[in-house]
Every structure is written in C-alpha cells, then in structure tokens.
C-alpha cells in the first residue's frame, strides 16, 4: 500500500503506546525524517523506526481489509434478493396457472347444469389435481404408514413432466436434513443447509481476519487490532437482523422470525471476537510488548485510562447481552431479557463511541437503525391502543379478542394483516413494570378478506390472540399475570405493535398443487389463518364465476374450493386444547375441501405417526407440494425430514418451518 492510500485512511487512536495520537501522514514524515517532531520518536534507532512503520502500515492495511466486509454482506444480500424475486415471480405464475385450471373446470361444469339446475357428471371430475371428498378424520380411521414400506414413487409410471435428478435430489435432501439435537446439552441443530450458510459466513469473517496478517509475534498488536474491527464491522448486520421493520424481509422473504437464528449466530460471534480482542489487548500489554512501545507499563495506569475504562465498558455489555440473551434465560426471565436488551444495548453502543474511535460510522449507523425501529416505526406508525375482549379457554390458555371495520387510512393492525403475522402485545393494566414490556404473539384469526367489502365500504376484521400461559420460575410473568388478570376481567385496554411477518410462506403454499399444513398444540394460530386463506380465496373466486354465469347460485360452504388439494394436521396435547378452534369454523373448512386429521391428544394415546401421515400425503400427491409446519422443536424436526426423504426419493417438495418462541 502507497504513502497516498495509506494516510487516505482515517487516522486512528488505538496505536501501540507513544503512536496512539500520531497522525498518519505526520508518523510516517517523522519516521523519514528519523528525528521526527523531537518527542516521540527521539532517540529511536533505526530499525525501531522501521518497525513502527511497518506496524503503522499493517494497521491501517488491516482495518482496510476489514472494512470490506459490510462489501461482502451487501453482495450476499442482493444474490439472496435475486434468488428470492425469480422464487417470487415463479410462485406468481404457478398461482396464477392454477386459479386458470380452476376457471376451466368451473366453466367445464356450469356448461353441463341443464335447465332444472341439476347438474351431470363431467369427464374432468376425475382430475387429481382437483381435491376429493374430505373429512375430519377420527382416530379409528387414522392409518400407520411405514415410509420405508412406501414406494419410490407414487405410481410406477411417473408423469412425463416430472424428470428426478438423482444428484440434485439428494444434494436438496441433504441440504433440507435436521440432525438430531445435540446429547446431554439438548441443544436444537438447524438443518445442514442452514449450518452450512452459517459455516460460511463464519468462514468469511475467519479470512479477513487473517488474510495478510504477519504472522510474527512482534506483529501480535494487528491480530488483536483486527479481532476487534471485527467485532465493528458486523454491528450494523447484528442491528440490521435485530430490527422488525428490516429491508431484508422485502429483499429475501424471510420474515424476522426465520432471520432470528442467523441474528443469534451473529451476536454470540461479535461475542467471541469481543473476547480474543481484550484477552490480546492484555497478553500484548504485559507480555509481549516490547518497554520502549508501551505509553504506561503500570496495570493501574492502563486500566484507568478512559480508551481502556470505555473498552472494558462495551465488553462487558455486550457479554451480558449474550449471556441473557440465552434460550434458558430468556424461558424464565423473558422479561428481564427484554428491559436488559434495550438498556445494555443503548450502553454498549455509548462505550464503544468513547473507546474506538474509527468505530463511530458503525454506531451511528447501528443506533440509527434500532432508533428508526423501536421509536419511529414501531411506537408511532405501527402503535395502536383499543379495548380487548378477554376469553379463557381452559386453565393454562385464554384469547386476546376483538373486532373492527377495516377503513382506509388505518395504521398498524388496524388495516388488516396476513397469514403468519404477529404482533407485539403491551397490557399496561397489569401494572407499572409491565407498560414498558412488549410480547410477541401470533395472530391467530384470519387476515381480512380483501375481496368482501361491507356497506359501509371497508372490510371488517375479527382479531384473535390465542396466549398460553408459561409457568416458568418467574412468578410475575407477563402471560401468568394476563391470564390472572382475565378470570376477573372480561375487557382490558392494550396496546398493538404489528404486524410483522412475511408473505414467503403463503405465496408458496399458493403456488403448489398439494399442500400440507402440520400444526402442534397453539401452532395452530399459524396453520389456521393459512388454510382459511387458500380454501376462501378458491372458494371466493368460484362463487364469482358461477354469479357472473347466473347458472347456479353462490354459496361458498356449498362450494369446494378448486385447484390444489388442502391437507392438515393438528397435534393436540389434551381434549381441551382441541376447543381453541370452534368446531363450526372447522366444519366450514372442511365443506370448502379440507382434509382435516386430529390425532387422539397426546396424553391419552401417546404421539401419532405424524411421519406416516404427511408422508402417505406427500407420496399420493400428483405435481409438486408445499409443507408447512409450527410446533415443537421434535414436531418440526420430524417433518422437515419426512420432507428430506421425500425429495430424495425425487418429489418436488418444499418446506416452511414457522418456529414459535423468542
């Protein structure tokens, strides 16, 4: 690197003792010169000055090298983007080539309604791709499956469209496998293809970290400088991925929740370089450094310093962060988790603008995005107050209800909201300490629908939050003082913060002919709103067609919706937990078309073969399919890799795992 490139870079403070506030362009002048400005470089011989100026130079070459990593993460941005706008615009044309086939076959079927407005059978009725007669199933109807007994394919004649590549196949289905959690510690896996994204990304940060790092110890200083500019670097990612208003949902299609473990990777690998950045700082000071490079050879001297007091002030931070942050904290004292991560994050970005001052960008870029979220967007635009209905369901589970016309101009959930969206809930009923507190909770009722309009010219919308009380070792939990609260109150004024989510799941559920939906225990406020969706917007647009032909009259639960094939599974615990969903909603479900298995509850009957199940749904399939699933970590381990299986087999399957918890 020349002269020019070299003091182009922003001058530094964090240098090696007497250099710390040496300008560039001034240091390098002095060590040319050899006596320099008389005072910190006097009496220094020759190949003293010759290191100091290659140490200057590997350390600001260092900090460039780093810098270009945000370069890096913007181009895995926009190929993610890429990727996820041509997924995009395929699952738009598959939807749209499916609401195509269902208009054919409405228009097949009105042709042959004779006079009286009977009907006669057409010759299209027996088109698989269209949905049979379905039923909720009882436990005695419920068939064990052995995936391992099933053939390869669903038929011995596979459709002339369909041309399985074995190495794609596998390298798809290893890609989708989830191993098994990790003994003793328990800890849940990813599945390899998210680990290995992980992998890399960890690998990136390892190359820049040691690419053109003089491996001497006497250059030991650079290894410990670069550990924490690595640590700057990724402040904006950490934020970016933290915030629920991100561009990257738009950008990619992954909603906050399924960027959350990416965002957790990143926080606990700022944690690690965080502390080979202050163990190195130390073994450099009273180790390896040289006495003629050290400004203070005294301990108290140097942890008195302010650079060094505003150090040990973003590390310890930004440790409790990690440490509270951790899925065991986070069960037992959620609320805790949630006052500390503000209070320690607002703290640690404060201490590292005072103790590194090339770190600042970065802060200001970080504090912008986490202010524009939590107070802009999501206290203002998206904040919304009303009077709930407060309905308990059986001793652990209650709902969270209301109802409203859907106007023009409303903000927040007030204009509605989609499948698979959530909302932060604020109850300041509850007292002090909780109206400060936001939790986050799934919407459990159906999305308005866009296509009913009411006289007075909006939508109405039927809001629902389906809440389980978490009986952890903190006593004044959030959900245990609601659930307190709604045995004797029937009404409470909340506080709204949503929705957040993304259409990912839904435009692929759309764009499949067989789609399959697995819900375990309250993951059914995700798979409900979905099924009820696909099935009315099918219905809807069946009704129309039949209204506009003036053959027959509309009526959607007379209807079946057309054109895919709507298959659902909803593990229960207990029979209670069974009433959550009122009956009639799921009858009206299933005369759309749904087929609808509820397995005896957990505690009477043990797990169902949910393997057996979604598999025989995925092989009897005809076309490609769709798999989604919320529940339990072992719930969705086991159906992400009946899906693996399957696409190893040569399906055309895809899956969406919505995980609940925080």
Not at 203 to 208: E, G, P, S
Not at 368 to 377: G, H, K, Q
Not at 417 to 442: I, N
Request: net charge neutral; with cysteine; hydrophobic share 45%.
């Amino acid at each position: 690197m020349s002269r020019a490139q070299l003091c182009a870079l922003p001058a530094q403070r964090l240098l090696p003792g007497f250099i710390r506030a040496i300008d560039c362009q001034d240091a390098l002048d002095a060590l040319d010169e050899g006596t320099g400005t008389g005072d910190p470089l006097a009496g220094l011989t020759p190949e003293q000055l010759e290191y100091i100026r290659q140490l200057i130079i590997a350390i600001y070459e260092g900090r460039a090298i780093a810098a270009s990593y945000n370069v890096f993460i913007v181009c895995i941005i926009a190929v993610l983007a890429v990727l996820h706008w041509r997924e995009q615009k395929r699952d738009k044309q598959k939807w749209t080539a499916i609401q195509q086939v269902s208009s054919g076959r409405t228009a097949t079927e009105n042709s042959q309604i004779d006079e009286s407005g009977t009907s006669t059978p057409s010759s299209s009725s027996s088109t698989t791709i269209f949905p049979q007669t379905t039923h909720i199933k009882s436990p005695e109807d419920e068939v064990d499956v052995d995936l391992e007994r099933l053939p390869l394919l669903a038929s011995s004649q596979p459709a002339k469209h369909f041309q399985p590549n074995r190495v794609t196949n596998r390298l798809r289905s290893w890609l989708l496998y989830q191993p098994p959690p990790i003994p003793i510690i328990n800890r849940v896996l990813p599945s390899i293809g998210t680990t290995l994204f992980i992998l890399s990304w960890l690998a990136l940060n390892i190359f820049i970290q040691f690419y053109r790092l003089p491996m001497k110890w006497s250059f030991f200083f650079i290894f410990a400088d670069k550990a924490g500019f690595l640590f700057i670097v990724n402040l904006p990612l950490l934020y970016l991925l933290s915030a629920k208003n991100q561009p990257l949902r738009r950008l990619t299609g992954y909603s906050y929740e399924a960027l959350n473990i990416f965002h957790r990777r990143v926080g606990e690998w700022m944690c690690f370089v965080a502390v080979v950045h202050f163990i190195s700082m130390l073994l450099y000071q009273f180790v390896i450094a040289e006495d003629w490079l050290l400004a203070s050879q005294s301990p108290k001297a140097y942890f008195t310093h302010p650079l060094i007091l505003f150090g040990i002030g973003t590390f310890v931070s930004y440790e409790l962060l990690f440490f509270t942050s951790l899925g065991s904290f986070r069960q037992r004292w959620y609320e805790l988790f949630l006052a500390s991560h503000v209070i320690l994050q607002v703290a640690a970005l404060g201490f590292l603008w005072g103790h590194f001052y090339t770190s600042r960008p970065y802060v200001i870029i970080a504090l912008a995005i986490f202010l524009l979220d939590r107070l802009v967007w999501r206290m203002s635009i998206k904040r919304v107050a009303m009077e709930m209905d407060l309905t308990v369901l059986d001793g652990e589970t209650y709902l969270v209800s209301g109802d409203w016309d859907v106007l023009p101009g409303a903000n927040g959930v007030l204009a509605g909201w989609e499948p698979t969206d959530h909302v932060f809930l604020t109850v300041p009923a509850l007292g002090r300490s909780y109206a400060l507190q936001a939790h986050p909770f799934t919407i459990a009722s159906a999305a308005p629908d866009k296509g009913v309009e009411r006289e007075e010219g909006g939508r109405h919308a039927w809001f629902s939050l389906l809440i389980r009380a978490q009986f952890g070792n903190f006593p004044g939990g959030f959900t245990r003082q609601l659930l307190k609260h709604a045995k004797t109150h029937k009404r409470v004024e909340v506080q709204l913060d949503g929705p957040y989510g993304s259409p990912h799941a839904l435009s692929m559920l759309r764009a499949s002919n067989n789609v399959i939906l697995v819900a375990g225990g309250s993951g059914i406020a995700v798979t409900f709103p979905l099924v009820w969706a696909l099935l009315h917007e099918a219905a809807s647009q069946t009704d129309s067609e039949e209204d506009e032909d003036k053959q027959v009259p509309s009526s959607s639960k007379q209807k079946k919706a057309r054109g895919r094939k709507v298959h659902m599974l909803w593990v229960t615990h207990s029979h209670w937990h069974q009433k959550w969903i009122p009956k009639e909603q799921l009858d009206d479900l299933v005369a759309l078309g749904l087929d609808l298995v509820v397995p005896p509850p957990t505690m009477d009957a043990g797990r169902p073969e949910v393997h057996g199940i979604v598999g025989q749904w995925i092989q009897e399939a005809e076309g490609d399919s769709s798999v989604l699933v919320s529940g339990p970590d072992g719930l969705n381990r086991v159906v992400r890799n009946v899906v693996a299986g399957a696409v190893r087999q040569g399906k055309n399957v895809r899956i969406a795992v919505e995980k609940f918890g925080w």
